[in-house]
């Protein structure tokens, strides 16, 4: 296996790994004060149906990001739902940017891996 392929893949697999935990843990396993406080600042009465649709969203995202290698989709998704999760913290609750593991650094982190599988996907073909 090449040198790029691995890099591919390793980037691929934290990207999948980065949305299958944050759709699994602090929103389908244990919803999370910071879930909830985020889904309430948008006027959302049914937090937990929220939660759940969203934990379950970015599972399928996971799992399309991991099995449909052929197509650009998933990454484009992935990077708008980045950029988008990113500004409406921003926005709906900007103290959350001062905390520490804040959406700053998941969300940029989560956009450099995906740079970094866009500019490797082509040594998939």
Same mark, same amino acid.
């Given at each position: 296996?090449? !040198?790029?392929?691995? /890099?591919?893949?390793?980037?691929?697999?934290?990207? /999948?790994?980065?949305?299958?935990?944050?759709?699994?843990? #602090?929103?389908?396993?244990?919803?999370?004060?910071?879930?909830? $406080?985020?889904?309430?600042?948008?006027?959302?009465?049914? !937090?937990?149906?929220?939660?759940?649709?969203?934990?379950?969203?970015?599972?399928?995202?996971?799992?399309?990001?991991?099995?449909?290698?052929? $197509?650009?989709?998933?990454?484009? /998704?992935?990077?708008?739902?980045?950029?988008?999760?990113? +500004?409406? !913290?921003?926005?709906?609750? #900007?103290?959350?940017?001062?905390?520490?593991?804040?959406?700053?650094?998941?969300?940029?982190?989560?956009?450099?891996?995906?740079?970094? /599988?866009?500019? $490797?996907? +082509?040594?998939?073909?």
């Amino acid at each position: 296996m090449s !040198v790029l392929k691995r /890099v591919h893949w390793i980037a691929r697999g934290g990207l /999948v790994f980065m949305f299958a935990y944050h759709g699994l843990v #602090p929103k389908l396993l244990w919803l999370s004060q910071g879930e909830r $406080t985020m889904i309430q600042a948008h006027g959302i009465q049914q !937090v937990e149906l929220f939660a759940y649709a969203a934990g379950v969203a970015e599972i399928g995202l996971a799992l399309w990001l991991l099995l449909a290698r052929r $197509t650009a989709w998933p990454l484009i /998704v992935a990077s708008s739902a980045l950029t988008g999760l990113l +500004l409406d !913290v921003a926005i709906f609750n #900007p103290a959350m940017l001062r905390e520490a593991f804040n959406p700053v650094t998941l969300n940029v982190a989560g956009l450099a891996l995906c740079a970094v /599988v866009w500019n $490797t996907r +082509l040594e998939q073909k």
